[in-house]
């Protein structure tokens, strides 16, 4: 398997707290993979710790051949990888434009590559000159992915993007995640399981900040045993 990003046994304190024991993670180049697990398991934490926003203590975290343990966060996202954060980290009392342009690299836009996001997004065309703020939480999360992918990156972390989104709205995300997968890896950190498989090729499952399944999402899926046993109670009231 080529992998694009690979954890080797990462280890994370947050304070006093040990938070992720020895995470180690394959992630395919293409498509869309998915790290399952309930509330407090180490999703944001594994996300947050990739990006060198919280630094490992043990263990190697390697993109594309290249040990970005250690980096900056800065060099991490110049590198290639893009983050988008559960709380989004748009600016509410800038336009969608500026939120845009904050995004790219030298505040010009490649117009090409503007058309085909505005296309995946229309709602972002139609409030160009409007403050984000003013935007409903589903146009909020389609900026937010508008700027992760307004320049080219190689893999996108997207945390928890339909968390309190309508049924309508994840459907239509889950058509844009398909269409941007094409260019680009996905590593989404879900709880919600029907979005996750409807996506997913493959899947990590993280428990208490270790992770406790790997395998093909197909798999997963097909076995209603194996989703109860590793997903337990949180994950299958979302079914
Ligand atoms: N800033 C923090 N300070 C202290 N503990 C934290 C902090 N962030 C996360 N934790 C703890 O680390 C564990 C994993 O959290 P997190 O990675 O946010 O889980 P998830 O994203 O899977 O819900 C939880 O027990 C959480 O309480
Ligand atoms: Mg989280």
């Known amino acids: 398997m080529n992998a694009i990003l690979r954890l080797d046994d990462v280890h994370t304190d947050i304070g006093q707290y040990h938070v992720l024991h ?10 869309v993979h998915v790290l399952l697990g309930r509330n407090g398991a180490g999703k944001t934490t594994t996300l947050r710790t990739i990006m060198g926003l919280w630094r490992a203590r043990r263990g190697a975290i390697v993109f594309r051949h290249h040990d970005i343990t250690q980096m900056r966060t800065p060099d991490v996202a110049r590198f290639g990888i893009a983050y988008v954060p559960e709380n989004m980290g748009i600016f509410g009392g800038l336009t969608v434009e500026e939120n845009m342009r904050l995004a790219t690299a030298t505040g010009v836009f490649d117009q090409a590559r503007l058309q085909r996001v505005l296309a995946l997004f229309p709602a972002m065309e139609k409030f160009w000159t409007k403050q984000a703020f003013a935007l409903s939480g589903g146009q909020k999360q389609m900026l937010a992915i508008s700027r992760a992918i307004i320049e080219r990156r190689d893999l996108i972390l997207i945390d928890e993007p339909t968390k309190g989104l309508a049924p309508a709205i994840i459907r239509a995300m ?41 395998g093909g999402m197909a798999e997963l899926a097909a076995d209603e045993a194996l989703q109860t046993r590793l997903l337990s109670l949180s994950l299958a009231a979302h079914q």
């Open 22 to 31: 020895g995470i180690s993670l394959d992630v395919p180049e293409g498509g």
């Open 174 to 214: 889950i058509d844009a995640f398909r269409e941007i997968a094409r260019e680009t890896t996905i590593l989404l950190v879900e709880q919600n399981f029907l979005f996750a498989r409807s996506l997913g090729s493959s899947v990590a499952v993280i428990d208490d900040g270790r992770i406790i399944h790997r």
